[in-house]
C-alpha cells in the first residue's frame, strides 16, 4: 500500500495542471447563492465527473434549479471496511454589481501561484480536490474496500442546507470530512441559529389614545409593541453577557456565544400605536452546546423579562427559530460540530496532514459555520478539512494558493486510501 501511495501522490503533483482545469470549470459555472436556483448545469457536470469514474450517481431537486449530486463508489469488501463521506456545497457567495475582479468572478485566472476567482476558496477548491481524488484513484485501476460518498450539494451560502437532505435521504458513513475553507486545519464549528421574536398586541389603538395609555388615570390597558420590544432586546443583552462571563470553550474566543438584534420590524403608521413588532436575531454558541437547549435558555429567560411586566406577562412574545432558507423563510440553523481528536478518523486525518504536508497538524475550531454541523447532529464523526483562507472566502477577487490545492489533494487522497482500507472497529 505505501509503495502505491507514493506513486499515487506523484501522480497528483504530475498531472496538477489537470486538478486547476477542472477547479477553473467549476468556477465557471455561475453558482452565486443567493439567487440560488443555478445551480443544474454544475452539478450536471460533477454528476457526469463522477458516472465516468464508475460512480452510482443519485440527483435530486432541493429546489428548482438547484439539486445535490451524490456520487457513490461502493467499496469491493462491503460494509467490513470504515466508510467515508466527502461534502462539499457547490454554491458560492454571491457577487455584487460593480466589484473590481480582475476578470470577472467567473473567469478564473491561474497565475502568481494562486487560483483567482468565486468559489476557489469556499469552496469549489475543495470540491476540484475530491473530485481529482476519485479521478487518481480511478486512473490506477484502485477500489477501495470501504465506501465512498461524494456529496456535492447546494444552498449553503443562504442556510437551504443540501446536507441535511442528504442525511435525511439516508446517507450514513463512519466518518464525513467537510472540505469546506479551513487552511488545512482539521477543524470543528460553533453553531449558528437565526429566530423570530415576536410582539403583538391584540388590539389596534390610535395615535390619540397614547395618553390614556401611558398617564395616570388614562384607564387603557395597551402598549406599544415597539417599546415593549426595546425591553426583550434589553433582556437579550443581559443573557448575551451572562454567557459571555459563564460559558467557554477550549480554542473558541471568550464572548463568542452572541446575540445580535440583527433586523428589526414593527409599527404601521404614525397615526397609531405599534401594535406589532418583530425582531431577527443571530445567535452564536459553542461546539458543544445544541440549537434546543440554546432556544430553551433564551425562551425562559425572555420568558422572565415578561413576567416582570404587566403588559407582556399578558401578551407574551412568540419565538420562531431557526428555518430552512434565508431567501424563502428568512431563517437558518447550522448545527455545531464537536472534533474528537481521539477519534481513529481525526487522528489518521492528522496523521496523513503530516505525512503529506510534512507540517504539524493543528486540531481548532472554525470561526465560521459550514455543513458540518449537519453530520454531528445525526451522530456521524465529521471534520472540516479544506483549502482556503477565509479571509479569501467572499472577496473580491477571492482566491487559493496552488501549493495548498495541491497538497489538500494528497492529503486527502491517503487519507481516503487508509481511511477506507482499515477494517471498521
Ligand atoms: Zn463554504
Redesign the pocket.
Known amino acids: 500500500m505505501t509503495a502505491d501511495l507514493d506513486q499515487l501522490l506523484a501522480a497528483v503533483e504530475a498531472r496538477q495542471s489537470e486538478l486547476f482545469d477542472l477547479l477553473c470549470r467549476l468556477v465557471s459555472f455561475e453558482t452565486p447563492a443567493p439567487p440560488a436556483r443555478n445551480t443544474t448545469e454544475a452539478q450536471q457536470f460533477v454528476a457526469q465527473y463522477l458516472r465516468e469514474l464508475g460512480a452510482e450517481i443519485d440527483i435530486w431537486d432541493v429546489h428548482p434549479g438547484d439539486p445535490n449530486v451524490v456520487g457513490i463508489l461502493r467499496g469491493s469488501e462491503g460494509a467490513t471496511h470504515n466508510s467515508l463521506i466527502i461534502n462539499g456545497?457547490v454554491d458560492v457567495a454571491a457577487v455584487e454589481l460593480g466589484e473590481a475582479w480582475e476578470t470577472g468572478p467567473f473567469r478564473p485566472i491561474v497565475r502568481d501561484g494562486v487560483i483567482i476567482g468565486r468559489g476557489t476558496a469556499?469552496?469549489k477548491g475543495g470540491l476540484a480536490g475530491a473530485l481529482f481524488v476519485v479521478r487518481i484513484l480511478a486512473d490506477h485501476g484502485i477500489a477501495l474496500p470501504g465506501d465512498l460518498i461524494v456529496q456535492s450539494v447546494i444552498g449553503?451560502?443562504v442556510g437551504e442546507a443540501g446536507t441535511l437532505q442528504c442525511c435525511e435521504r439516508g446517507y450514513t458513513a463512519d466518518m464525513a470530512v467537510v472540505v469546506?475553507?479551513s487552511d488545512l486545519h482539521i477543524q470543528g464549528q460553533g453553531g449558528v441559529i437565526t429566530g423570530w421574536i415576536t410582539v403583538k398586541s391584540p388590539q389596534t389603538f390610535h395615535d390619540g389614545t397614547r395618553g390614556r395609555m401611558i398617564h395616570a388615570g388614562g384607564g387603557v390597558f395597551g402598549a406599544s409593541a415597539i417599546e415593549k420590544m426595546a425591553k426583550i432586546i434589553q433582556g437579550l443583552g443581559e443573557l448575551e453577557r451572562h454567557w459571555a462571563v459563564t460559558k467557554q470553550y477550549p480554542g473558541c474566543p471568550l464572548g463568542s456565544t452572541t446575540i445580535n438584534p440583527a433586523v428589526i420590524e414593527g409599527g404601521r403608521h404614525a397615526a397609531f400605536i405599534a401594535d406589532e413588532c418583530r425582531l431577527w436575531i443571530t445567535v452564536h454558541y459553542y461546539p458543544n452546546e445544541n440549537f434546543a437547549d440554546v432556544i430553551r435558555e433564551i425562551e425562559e429567560h425572555i420568558g422572565g423579562v415578561a413576567s416582570g411586566d404587566p403588559w407582556l406577562r399578558v401578551n407574551p412574545p412568540t419565538f420562531v427559530w431557526g428555518g430552512t432558507s434565508m431567501i424563502i423563510d428568512r431563517g437558518e440553523i447550522f448545527p455545531a460540530l464537536e472534533v474528537d481528536p481521539a477519534h481513529p478518523g481525526t487522528i489518521l486525518l492528522a496523521t496523513m496532514h503530516e505525512r503529506v504536508a510534512a507540517q504539524k497538524a493543528i486540531v481548532d475550531v472554525s470561526p465560521t459555520v459550514?455543513d458540518g454541523g449537519w453530520f454531528g447532529d445525526v451522530g456521524i464523526p465529521a471534520v472540516i478539512y479544506g483549502p482556503g483562507e477565509l479571509r479569501h472566502?467572499h472577496s473580491v477577487n477571492e482566491q487559493v494558493s496552488i501549493d495548498q490545492l495541491v497538497t489538500f489533494t494528497k492529503v486527502l487522497l491517503a487519507f481516503v486510501l487508509n481511511w477506507t482500507s482499515t477494517r471498521k472497529q
Request: no cysteine; hydrophobic share 20%.
Open positions: 456545497h469556499d469552496m449553503e451560502e469546506d475553507t459550514t472566502a
